[in-house]
């Protein structure tokens, strides 16, 4: 294994003003690998996510994902990022598939005149997401399940080696979580790293080969069994910050 | 019949007869189908307020570029660009919110240009800038309009689909290694000369109508943008032309009447449309409203 990790924090520091979101985050995400992002509200999750995409600059600390600065890795379309649902806006006049072509803009000339490689790259990752029947829908009449796999087929499309998920369970029923729980863990087989920020921890041993606790560092990285100890959980959530974690 | 299909063509052909009516048609058409492109994404992103706030504060830039005597557009990118910057600085410092810092850039900035209109002696009437004077446009005003409007459009439609993604989501066109900054910029530099071309037609207090109504319209007509591209342009040129011919036949301003037909045809499509007032009732009224799922 000599490949560089997916993702590679290291000592990173974020500040909004007077309130510190992260404070020292090591963090190194290797390839073909469910994580899932636990912590409580405020605990830096989002921030993580956005300062791993570029789209938040650390205060202190490097970022790099599989070996390249940000800027290089964004610029070769590296980095899949599927948004929380608050932060989309579902009345937007614009269909299923052409929220997956925007995955191939980085792929295409200036003018982002699509190619027959990127119409069969778009009808391959609908295929793969089960929206190819509903791909000329537009993106709101979709149910909470179906966006987010939109969303990842628009990472697939992008032929995204890293995909992050900010809360993707939110809203989604039951039976849609697992759908969508199957197909990511099918990406990490295919060797694609996966970071799925959630507060669902039931879903965790199904979704994810590792957990990262976080609250503003990483307090745990490892089996996801280990992190749902109590001890463990009582100090990412505040319960007990003094508990130390048994060895 | 016939009697009134020639009245009717009448009612169109009368007015061309006169050369300012020709000029005033074109440069209305023309300045409309630029401003419509341009409103459907001023709609979608909800920079309704931030079209207003560009469309007042170009007035001093297309005042000062007067007296200097430089091109209204090099006045007008500088102020409206610069209008936004300071709208930044504002709202940056965390006491402001953002509604209140356009309010405060733009009255201000729109009161500079009255007060150098009002000590500035001019051959040209300034203060036409401020209500537009579609029936005065020189020959060389609309060679200028022409110019610009076909630069604006183009630039449009040839980034619509990066400006669409940045509409539409941001944060993904940064993470596939563009600049939503530039991308923001682009269009606010679009806005801005748009303004330009508008403000000689229907001036700076209405160029906002024509910088929202248009997309707003068509958004009601369709749930792609690609039609929203097509239907705003056409129902804003359609109304340019009943506004100017109006104007002729009312003898009532005609920057007015433009606004008010693409006014009058956003009501008609909200109460009447597809998706409208009329057609929510009936399908609440019928098997109530399916829910969209597969």
């Given at each position: 294994?000599?490949?560089?990790?997916?993702?590679?924090?290291?000592?990173?520091?974020?500040?909004?003003?007077?309130?510190?979101?992260?404070?020292?985050?090591?963090?190194?995400?290797?390839?073909?690998?469910?994580?899932?992002?636990?912590?409580?509200?405020?605990?830096?999750?989002?921030?993580?996510?956005?300062?791993?995409?570029?789209?938040?600059?650390?205060?202190?600390?490097?970022?790099?994902?599989?070996?390249?600065?940000?800027?290089?890795?964004?610029?070769?379309?590296?980095?899949?990022?599927?948004?929380?649902?608050?932060?989309?806006?579902?009345?937007?006049?614009?269909?299923?598939?052409?929220?997956?072509?925007?995955?191939?803009?980085?792929?295409?000339?200036?003018?982002?005149?699509?190619?027959?490689?990127?119409?069969?790259?778009?009808?391959?990752?609908?295929?793969?997401?089960?929206?190819?029947?509903?791909?000329?829908?537009?993106?709101?009449?979709?149910?909470?399940?179906?966006?987010?796999?939109?969303?990842?087929?628009?990472?697939?499309?992008?032929?995204?080696?890293?995909?992050?998920?900010?809360?993707?369970?939110?809203?989604?029923?039951?039976?849609?979580?697992?759908?969508?729980?199957?197909?990511?863990?099918?990406?990490?087989?295919?060797?694609?790293?996966?970071?799925?920020?959630?507060?669902?921890?039931?879903?965790?041993?199904?979704?994810?080969?590792?957990?990262?606790?976080?609250?503003?560092?990483?307090?745990?990285?490892?089996?996801?069994?280990?992190?749902?100890?109590?001890?463990?959980?009582?100090?990412?959530?505040?319960?007990?910050?003094?508990?130390?974690?048994?060895? | 019949?016939?009697?009134?299909?020639?009245?009717?063509?009448?009612?169109?052909?009368?007015?061309?007869?006169?050369?300012?009516?020709?000029?005033?048609?074109?440069?209305?058409?023309?300045?409309?189908?630029?401003?419509?492109?341009?409103?459907?994404?001023?709609?979608?992103?909800?920079?309704?307020?931030?079209?207003?706030?560009?469309?007042?504060?170009?007035?001093?830039?297309?005042?000062?570029?007067?007296?200097?005597?430089?091109?209204?557009?090099?006045?007008?990118?500088?102020?409206?660009?610069?209008?936004?910057?300071?709208i930044g600085l504002v709202r940056g410092t965390g006491r402001v919110k953002e509604d209140a810092a356009i309010g405060i850039v733009f009255t201000t900035l729109f009161a500079l240009g009255l007060v150098l209109i009002s000590v500035t002696p001019s051959q040209t009437d300034l203060g036409h800038i401020i209500f537009g004077n579609i029936l005065g446009i020189s020959r060389g005003d609309l060679l200028q309009i022409g110019v610009l409007?076909?630069?604006?459009?183009?630039?449009?439609?040839?980034?619509?689909?990066?400006?669409?993604?940045?509409?539409?989501?941001?944060?993904?066109?940064?993470?596939?290694?563009?600049?939503?900054?530039?991308?923001?910029?682009?269009?606010?530099?679009?806005?801005?000369?748009?303004?330009?071309?508008?403000?000689?037609?229907?001036?700076?207090?209405?160029?906002?109508?024509?910088?929202?109504?248009?997309?707003?319209?068509?958004?009601?007509?369709?749930?792609?943008?690609?039609?929203?591209?097509?239907?705003?342009?056409?129902?804003?040129?359609?109304?340019?032309?009943?506004?100017?011919?109006?104007?002729?036949?009312?003898?009532?301003?005609?920057?007015?009447?433009?606004?008010?037909?693409?006014?009058?045809?956003?009501?008609?499509?909200?109460?009447?449309?597809?998706?409208g007032v009329l057609a929510a009732r009936r399908r609440a009224g019928g098997d109530g409203i399916v829910p969209a799922r597969a």
């Amino acid at each position: 294994m000599n490949a560089p990790p997916a993702l590679a924090l290291h000592q990173v520091h974020v500040r909004y003003g007077e309130v510190t979101a992260l404070d020292g985050v090591d963090l190194e995400l290797a390839p073909g690998r469910v994580t899932g992002l636990i912590g409580m509200n405020g605990s830096g999750k989002s921030t993580l996510m956005r300062t791993a995409m570029g789209m938040q600059r650390p205060d202190r600390g490097t970022v790099r994902l599989a070996g390249h600065d940000p800027a290089r890795a964004r610029s070769r379309g590296l980095a899949g990022y599927v948004p929380q649902s608050e932060a989309v806006d579902w009345d937007f006049p614009i269909s299923v598939r052409e929220v997956v072509m925007m995955g191939r803009y980085g792929h295409q000339g200036p003018l982002r005149r699509p190619s027959r490689a990127d119409r069969a790259a778009v009808d391959e990752a609908l295929d793969r997401v089960e929206l190819a029947d509903i791909a000329e829908r537009q993106i709101g009449r979709l149910s909470g399940g179906q966006r987010k796999r939109a969303f990842v087929a628009r990472g697939i499309a992008q032929d995204a080696s890293l995909l992050l998920l900010d809360e993707p369970f939110a809203g989604v029923d039951k039976r849609s979580e697992a759908t969508l729980v199957r197909l990511l863990r099918e990406l990490a087989a295919d060797g694609r790293t996966v970071l799925v920020s959630t507060h669902d921890l039931h879903a965790l041993p199904q979704l994810a080969d590792d957990a990262v606790l976080l609250l503003r560092r990483v307090l745990y990285h490892g089996p996801v069994a280990g992190a749902l100890e109590p001890a463990v959980l009582a100090r990412a959530f505040g319960l007990d910050p003094t508990a130390e974690v048994p060895a | 019949m016939i009697g009134l299909d020639i009245g009717l063509l009448d009612l169109v052909l009368e007015p061309l007869r006169y050369d300012f009516m020709v000029r005033a048609l074109v440069t209305t058409v023309v300045a409309a189908i630029v401003c419509a492109l341009l409103s459907c994404w001023l709609v979608l992103i909800g920079w309704s307020l931030m079209g207003d706030a560009v469309s007042h504060a170009v007035l001093p830039g297309v005042v000062l570029a007067y007296i200097v005597g430089a091109p209204f557009a090099l006045g007008a990118v500088v102020f409206g660009l610069g209008a936004v910057a300071l709208i930044g600085l504002v709202r940056g410092t965390g006491r402001v919110k953002e509604d209140a810092a356009i309010g405060i850039v733009f009255t201000t900035l729109f009161a500079l240009g009255l007060v150098l209109i009002s000590v500035t002696p001019s051959q040209t009437d300034l203060g036409h800038i401020i209500f537009g004077n579609i029936l005065g446009i020189s020959r060389g005003d609309l060679l200028q309009i022409g110019v610009l409007a076909a630069l604006v459009a183009a630039v449009l439609l040839a980034k619509r689909r990066d400006l669409t993604l940045y509409a539409f989501d941001p944060a993904h066109a940064h993470a596939i290694g563009l600049s939503p900054r530039r991308l923001g910029a682009l269009l606010l530099g679009a806005l801005a000369l748009t303004c330009v071309v508008a403000l000689q037609v229907v001036g700076v207090i209405l160029v906002v109508a024509m910088l929202i109504i248009p997309g707003a319209t068509a958004r009601l007509l369709t749930d792609r943008f690609s039609r929203m591209l097509v239907i705003a342009p056409v129902s804003a040129a359609l109304c340019a032309i009943a506004g100017i011919l109006g104007s002729f036949w009312l003898d009532a301003s005609s920057g007015g009447l433009v606004v008010l037909a693409q006014g009058l045809l956003f009501a008609l499509v909200l109460v009447l449309g597809p998706r409208g007032v009329l057609a929510a009732r009936r399908r609440a009224g019928g098997d109530g409203i399916v829910p969209a799922r597969a």
